[in-house]
T-cell receptor, first 115, second 112 residues
Framework: ETGVTQTPRHLVMGMTNKKSLKCEQH?????MYWYKQSAKKPLELMFV???????ENNSVPSRFSPECPNSSHLFLHLHTLQPEDSALYLC??????????????FGPGTRLTVL | AQSVTQPDIHITVSEGASLELRCNYS??????LFWYVQSPGQGLQLLLK????DTLVQGIKGFEAEFKRSQSSFNLRKPSVHWSDAAEYFC??????????WGAGTKLIIKP
């Protein structure tokens, strides 16, 4: 595997389910990001982890819970989601946590549908 | 507040024609500016970035962008588009927390 991988690529869940999104980067980077991409809206930064420490949490509802066990893996745990949470969830990595300065490398995303 | 505006939701151009995608930003200090491209079913890829120096920046895939401070713009250009350029293009500016503020994107459609 190369670059940034995300699993699953598609996920359909009910509002009472619990699921997790997984991201893995094979680039030796130290920072990882979760973004939410909704149609016709700017990307929304959700969380940033730098050297496994969370450095950004942009007022994300607690029904989204990130986990970063090491610099190569990032999870997004989902529970009791709402239909408006349906979106493409993108994971990215960069050399450090300054994504507004250093190039970010993105995975293909997980298309989430909440019924 | 810092913001990025991409005025065109979608643009259609003929294959072989020239392209210009518009981007305007609002940021008080000297901006770090980026263009990313998202091809269908794929993640975003960096095309080019501007930090300082020459205001005309060359990127990958034959793209270039020009920073115009007086107009708060960072428009993306390509002299001759190919069908493989069909994608969505995102402009972004680095904020004071070293994170990106994104535009809403412009979808590029190529006519054969």
């Amino acid at each position: 595997e190369t670059g940034v991988t995300q699993t699953p690529r598609h996920l359909v869940m009910g509002m009472t389910n619990k699921k997790s999104l997984k991201c893995e980067q094979h680039l030796g980077h130290n920072a990882m990001y979760w973004y939410k991409q909704s149609a016709k809206k700017p990307l929304e930064l959700m969380f940033v982890y730098n050297f496994k420490e969370q450095t950004e949490n942009n007022s994300v509802p607690s029904r989204f819970s990130p986990e970063c066990p090491n610099s190569s893996h990032l999870f997004l745990h989902l529970h009791t989601l709402q239909p408006e949470d349906s979106a493409l969830y993108l994971c990215a990595s960069s050399q450090d946590g300054t994504g507004g300065y250093n190039e970010q490398f993105f995975g293909p995303g997980t298309r989430l549908t909440v019924l | 507040a810092q913001s990025v505006t991409q005025p065109d939701i979608h643009i259609t151009v003929s294959e072989g024609a020239s392209l210009e995608l518009r981007c305007n930003y609002s940021y008080g200090a000297t901006p770090y500016l980026f263009w990313y491209v998202q091809s269908p079913g794929q993640g975003l890829q960096l095309l080019l970035k501007y930090f300082s120096g020459d205001t005309l920046v060359q990127g990958i895939k034959g793209f270039e962008a020009e920073f115009k401070r007086s107009q708060s713009s960072f428009n993306l250009r390509k002299p001759s588009v190919h069908w493989s350029d069909a994608a969505e293009y995102f402009c972004a500016v680095g904020d004071s927390n070293y994170q990106l503020i994104w535009g809403a994107g412009t979808k590029l459609i190529i006519k054969p």
